[in-house]
């Protein structure tokens, strides 16, 4: 591994998360249940893990189990700045914003270059954008 891949706690709804990402980047998600992880501290088809794989965009989550923290992340961005054509970006940032919320839409800035910010439907905050060709 490279770089740092965020792992994600979802409040019991982990399987539809990863669909939903790998719906949005590509990607192959890879789930294991409690009862796969022989683990008894939930219920047996919730998430212990799970991997978006084999896409631009990697992730790791599982669900929480009962008295667990879950996802909640405030101050942080995750960034997609300049990872993938322009086209690209603005397709995920369509995607990211079905059923969330548009903070500041992907379009041309005074710096020239196109950024936006959404916060998806489970609470994650994304900075999309890039710089302009030439």
Do not use: C
């Not at 086209?87 to 914003?97: Q, V, Y």
């Amino acid at each position: 591994m490279t770089a740092p891949i965020l792992y994600l706690t979802f409040p019991g709804n982990a399987r539809q998360a990863l669909q939903f990402y790998a719906r949005v980047f590509g990607g192959e998600p890879r789930l294991f249940t409690y009862a796969e992880f022989s683990r008894t501290d939930g219920p047996p088809d919730a998430i212990a893990h799970g991997v978006l794989a084999g896409g631009p965009v990697a992730l790791f989550g599982s669900d929480a189990a009962p008295g667990e923290d879950s996802v909640r992340i405030e101050g942080a961005m995750l960034s997609l700045l300049g990872t993938a054509a322009p086209e690209t970006l603005h397709r995920w940032f369509d995607a990211l914003a079905d059923g969330g919320r548009v903070l500041d839409p992907l379009a041309p800035k005074p710096w020239g270059a196109s950024d936006g910010q959404v916060v998806d439907r489970y609470g994650l905050r994304w900075l999309i954008g890039y710089e302009p060709a030439g």
